[in-house]
Nanobody, 125 residues
Framework: QVQLVESGGGSVQPGGSLKLSCAAS????????IGWFRQAPGKGRERVAC???????????VYADSVKGRFAISRDSAANTVYLQMNSLKAEDTAVYYC???????????????WGQGTRVTVSA
């Protein structure tokens, strides 16, 4: 069974850091693009970051402009887990964060599957 499970959320003050984990089972993250998305209260879902399949000659990582330079996505093949390191957090980063898999990072959101249950991040003073 293909499954992704997010963890690592919590409450943090502005300027703080959190590291989210997206643990996969039933498939290898090496061969899929893994995207991180978030949904803030009352807003639509936003793609935050994505890491491409290792099968590509250059498995690119892509970021939303809103998080570029502050967030970093990485993959641990041995752990079959994708991480999202979030630094310099702002109040507007408050959201539920989800991960999902697809064939390519530039796929439409509807083509991402195996959505996890999400992990909540709250940034406030």
């Amino acid at each position: 069974q293909v499954q992704l499970v997010e963890s690592g959320g919590g409450s943090v003050q502005p300027g703080g850091s959190l590291k989210l984990s997206c643990a996969a089972s039933g498939f290898s993250t090496d061969y899929y693009a893994i995207g991180w998305f978030r949904q803030a209260p009352g807003k639509g879902r936003e793609r935050v970051a994505c890491i491409g399949s290792k099968e590509l000659s250059s498995p690119d990582s892509v970021y939303a402009d809103s998080v570029k330079g502050r967030f970093a996505i990485s993959r641990d093949s041995a752990a079959n887990t994708v991480y999202l390191q979030m630094n310099s957090l702002k109040a507007e980063d408050t959201a539920v964060y989800y991960c999902a898999e697809s064939s390519h990072c530039d796929a439409e959101e509807i083509l991402f599957d195996a959505w996890g249950q999400g992990t909540r991040v709250t940034v406030s003073a």
